[in-house]
């Protein structure tokens, strides 16, 4: 494919790169040819400067899919396709079939001749001729596309610049931390956040550092690296997170309205984007776990009958995966999309580190989604709200995607946070393959020892999958564990306080008879030896339960009664929830909500605006606000602790509800 931008100073990369080794494999079954260059390669590596520490072997054919899983610090290949036109056909299947073990690695072909197709070409980074021999230059070219795929163009322009210690007159006020190192009130939290987060927190005055809402240097640069690690199209960077990130491509495809096939249980960004961009949602009904009152998937049956009974709607919403870590099988569901003219957006917020190892792949963008959006902060090693928009849509618009993220990305970004995208992507794409092997390990280590305690119970993809999905071969994200506390007499938030106040711990999630955690990049072994340890503990302490709660389920969906947009907009009134119980009940039912109503957890809507209410969801939102353990609600309108429903006045929109009639836009009585 060749290299399009300047080249990494390798005099910098080498002050800068200690102890690197990258070993690059030379595939040839011509065992005389491989020797030779082995050898002369080796010795060209010592002659030259050599900042990554290329070290040059020979494999065969049959060997190098087990090098490629067995070895972390392979980095690149170079395929031998033999003399005869045969061996290119070769070459072209083995590359394919390493490029789904480890997507990253640099692949260059020797030949000979220039009889070389268009899609054998586009395989490989760069091509060398058998008889020309080289070898300075060979080497200089492998060289040059790690250096390339190692590089942080933002990060160390960035870097560069704050060490040029220029004097800051712009904003921000601090001024490099001026305004807080020497103060007598504040200056300990400038000693506490440290020197450099200040420092590099600057204006968009300074140039040399682009912008992020019209890049065309460094940014760019970068962003372009993240597409070519993640198998995108084209990158955006956010800084405001992957709700913002959902709402853009929502804006993308349905900005002035439409219709919107979503999963009730998605994010709530998304319902956000509904309301402002005055889409027409079908809404999909999320399967839950009885046991265990986790909301996964929706069914692929049901997708495909909401893609089937409404061909005017324009983009499909899934989440994969989820929270808990189950993942459709995508492709058969996005090309099912595809073949009715619906477009696909897969919020892949907790997968960003899918594509970096064979057991999670594959991903969206290798489906064929148009739009995916993850939070590169979740698993990977960027800053709270660093993501990252990847598109491939093949009726992209660039110029109008990019006026739709202006609309919504700060003109002030956190510069900070810009480079820990750069920063993240380049561990993924040098090193993703190798932390992911130690976090798997790490997953097995864990699942044993919770399931070794007799008490506690680390939960399978079987047991994760209600029955409902068990032939839509959904899979599991080994890297978040569910752990089943049943059996320990503690309910989910009893065992949260414990971990965290006796061994200091924190979880990422419970419910009222599990906790989560994740395995991420930054999990250690001793971490994982104290995560252990107080299962250990714990399971000594086990009591026995008085009374065992059953999961609460969502209310049914009633019906939409016009767009989420009128509700939301319209003329309202509050009324009372608890009000005597049935007093708020004989209020409440059939009025229309005004608002989203969200418990945390498990954060899926029980009313979108537009919906009507009824007795059920009044009385389980009752019950969610009673007892000690009361939950927490988004959406709901306290007035001196008394909460609220802000529904639509009688005279509101219900004449503006969408041409078709409500039932059109439900699916599954959701």
């Not at 080498?14 to 010795?43: F, H, K, M, P, Y």
């Not at 961009?277 to 046991?291: D, I, T």
């Not at 739009?371 to 109008?400: E, G, W």
């Amino acid at each position: 494919m060749g290299l399009d931008l300047k080249m990494p100073d390798l005099g910098n990369l080498s002050e800068r790169v200690q102890s690197l080794t990258c070993r690059v494999a030379l595939i040839s079954d011509d065992r005389e040819l491989a020797d030779n260059w082995v050898g002369a390669l080796n010795t060209t590596a010592a002659q030259h400067e050599n900042p990554f520490g290329l070290s040059f072997e020979t494999v065969t054919t049959d060997t190098v899919e087990r090098l490629a899983l067995d070895e972390d610090e392979l980095q690149a290949l170079i395929v031998d396709a033999g003399s005869d036109a045969g061996g290119l056909a070769a070459a072209e299947a083995l590359v394919d079939r390493l490029h789904a073990l480890r997507g990253q690695l640099n692949v260059f072909l020797v030949a000979q001749g220039c009889d070389i197709s268009v899609s054998v070409r586009q395989r490989f980074d760069e091509l060398f001729d058998r008889r020309e021999c080289n070898f300075n230059q060979m080497f200089r070219l492998v060289q040059a596309f790690i250096a390339r795929r190692a590089s942080t163009p933002f990060a160390d322009t960035l870097k560069e610049y704050v060490f040029s210690a220029r004097d800051a007159w712009h904003t921000p006020g601090h001024s490099g931390g001026d305004s807080l190192r020497n103060s007598p009130w504040v200056g300990d939290f400038y000693r506490f956040m440290g020197e450099h987060v200040f420092n590099t927190d600057l204006s968009v005055s300074v140039q040399v550092l682009d912008s992020l809402l019209e890049p065309h240097s460094v940014i760019q640069e970068a962003q372009d690296l993240a597409a070519q690690t993640f198998g995108a199209e084209h990158t955006f960077f956010l800084t405001n997170g992957t709700s913002t990130a959902n709402k853009v491509v929502i804006q993308q495809i349905l900005g002035g309205g439409g219709k919107i096939i979503v999963d009730q249980a998605c994010h709530k960004s998304v319902h956000h984007a509904i309301v402002l961009n005055r889409c027409e949602p079908v809404y999909l009904k999320s399967v839950l776990h009885p046991e265990f009152g986790i909301y996964g998937p929706v069914k692929r049956a049901d997708i495909e009958q909401a893609l089937d009974e409404h061909g005017d709607a324009r983009l499909l919403v899934i989440t994969s995966c989820t929270y808990d870590g189950l993942r459709y099988d995508l492709k058969p569901i996005i090309d099912y999309a595809h073949e009715r003219g619906v477009k696909v957006l897969v919020d892949e917020a907790w997968y960003a580190h899918g594509y970096f190892h064979p057991q999670l792949r594959p991903t969206a963008l290798e489906c064929g989604a148009d739009y995916v959006t993850q939070s590169t902060h979740k698993m990977l090693s960027a800053f709270s709200q660093a993501s990252m928009i990847h598109v491939q849509d093949p009726d992209f618009d660039d110029h109008r995607f990019r006026e739709n993220l202006n609309m919504h990305a700060s003109t002030s970004p956190q510069y900070a946070m810009i480079a820990s995208l750069d920063v993240a992507r380049k561990q993924v794409a040098m090193e993703g393959y190798a932390r992911l092997n130690q976090c798997l390990k790490m997953v097995e280590t864990l699942r044993k020892a919770v399931d070794d305690t007799g008490v506690f119970r680390a939960l399978t993809r079987d047991d994760l999958i209600a029955e409902p999905l068990a032939d839509d071969n959904i899979r599991l994200d080994p890297t978040k564990v569910t752990i089943d506390i049943s059996a320990s007499g503690y309910s989910g938030g009893e065992m949260q306080i414990k971990l965290f106040e006796q061994y200091g711990i924190q979880v990422e999630k419970t419910t009222y008879n599990t906790v989560s955690v994740l395995v991420t990049l930054g999990s250690t072994e001793s971490k994982l030896l104290r995560l252990i340890h107080a299962f250990k503990q714990l399971a000594r302490s086990a009591r026995k339960r008085l009374h065992v709660p059953s999961p609460r389920r969502l209310p049914e969906f009633t019906r939409l009664t016009c767009l989420p947009a009128d509700a939301y907009f319209a003329e309202t009134e509050e009324l009372p929830l608890m009000d005597n119980g049935t007093l708020a009940e004989k209020n409440l039912i059939g009025r229309i909500s005004a608002d989203e109503i969200v418990p945390y957890p498990p954060g899926i809507p029980v009313l979108v605006p537009g919906q009507e209410i009824s007795a059920q969801i009044v009385q389980y939102l009752q019950q969610l606000l009673q007892g000690q353990n009361a939950t927490e609600i988004h959406g709901l309108i306290f007035r001196s602790d008394e909460p609220l429903l802000r529904v639509v006045r009688e005279n509101g929109p219900s004449s503006s509800a969408p041409k078709k009639s409500p039932k059109a836009s439900r699916k599954n009585g959701s």
